[in-house]
């Protein structure tokens, strides 16, 4: 098979979603996050953002931070950009919110992706240090999921999340969120380096907590859980990318894992608060600071390409969706993103593609 000759990935004309960084800033101490200190974006760089994408024919923007929340224009950038008549989607912990502000959240917003790193009181203080009532941000995230068309849940994978998934699932099936999203924290893989990925002993149990140290077998492990939640009615995944092939089964990894056709920049970019363009939340590639000059980087060009993959991978029936798992993540692992994710394993990606793979709709 000359799998050098296969296609290019395409990619729409615009991009799908243009995600803003408005402020480094957040009131959380998450152990899996990168410390920012920037000061906010100043809101003539947004809304010039903003002009842009709407003179492009963009239909959905993503306000993110840290803690947008915080930024003193919040209320001014989501009225500014529904008037341009985007859908808005607000990245949020959903904490310390007082009226007026939810109000203009309410009234603007079409999305809301809140934040939830534990299950309770402590489990969430713990991990986020978070100084805010637990209960008031349960209450909050009620009144947006009864006033927005769409609410998600996202909770960032670690071992110790994995052991209280079923502590989770009461609270996620109270909530009802269209979704309940989990991420794969992207992390550097040198554990000894890059002490900020360790979970802090109150969490982890006193140990065992190293978010670097989670493997293939640990995600086989939280797949089933997740399989069998889905079961129940929950509409969970692993929402960033990761090689569908290490389900074993690729019809289960299908329902399990979203993939990757939506991030590194193969649909959306995200504007950083430093100022440039960039792939993804954890790619920083400076693509430039338009929208324009950015989706036509050559370097996005690059990403599309298959013919860096595993040869396995240029015959697997996922691959649009897959897209070979996570680039920041072979960076990390190759010091370099044309490169195979280091949870690709040839021989579980042969015994996924020896089975039937029937091609349907996600459900």
């Not at 959380?28 to 000061?39: I, S």
Request: proline share 8%; aromatic share 10%.
């Amino acid at each position: 098979m000359d799998y050098a000759s296969y296609a290019p990935m395409k990619r729409p004309s615009i991009p799908l979603e243009i995600v803003i960084e408005i402020t480094g800033r957040c009131r959380l101490l998450c152990p899996y996050c990168t410390p920012r200190k920037r000061a906010d974006v100043p809101l003539k760089d947004i809304k010039a953002t903003l002009d842009e994408a709407a003179s492009l024919g963009i239909k959905v923007i993503r306000i993110t931070g840290g803690e947008p929340l915080l930024h003193p224009d919040i209320q001014t950038i989501l009225t500014y950009a529904k008037a341009n008549k985007f859908a808005i989607i607000l990245n949020t912990a959903a904490e310390d919110i007082n009226p007026a502000l939810m109000k203009t959240i309410i009234t603007n917003v079409d999305a809301a992706l809140v934040s939830l790193q534990g299950h309770n009181e402590k489990s969430n203080a713990s991990y986020t240090r978070s100084k805010f009532s637990f209960i008031d941000k349960i209450k909050n995230i009620f009144f947006l999921k009864t006033y927005l068309p769409t609410l998600w849940i996202a909770t960032v994978i670690t071992p110790v999340m994995a052991r209280s998934f079923a502590q989770f699932l009461p609270l996620i099936k109270n909530i009802n969120p269209e979704a309940w999203i989990l991420l794969r924290p992207i992390s550097n893989l040198n554990s000894k380096s890059d002490s900020r990925f360790h979970l802090p002993p109150s969490f982890s149990g006193g140990g065992n907590g190293n978010i670097l140290d989670m493997g293939i077998p640990f995600y086989r492990a939280l797949t089933l859980k997740i399989m069998k939640a889905r079961q129940r009615g929950i509409n969970v995944f692993i929402a960033n990318p990761i090689p569908m092939c290490i389900a074993g089964d690729l019809q289960i990894g299908r329902k399990a894992f979203f993939g990757a056709k939506f991030d590194n920049g193969h649909a959306r970019i995200v504007r950083s608060a430093q100022g440039f363009f960039k792939p993804s939340y954890f790619l920083e590639t400076n693509l430039g600071k338009t929208i324009k000059t950015a989706w036509e980087h050559p370097f996005l060009r690059e990403l599309n390409r298959t013919d860096y993959l595993p040869r396995l991978c240029q015959r697997c029936p996922v691959l649009d969706t897959c897209r070979g798992g996570c680039r920041s993540m072979a960076m990390r692992a190759h010091q370099t993103v044309f490169a195979p994710d280091p949870l690709f394993d040839p021989a579980i990606a042969q015994k996924a593609l020896s089975k039937p793979y029937l091609k349907h709709p996600r459900p």
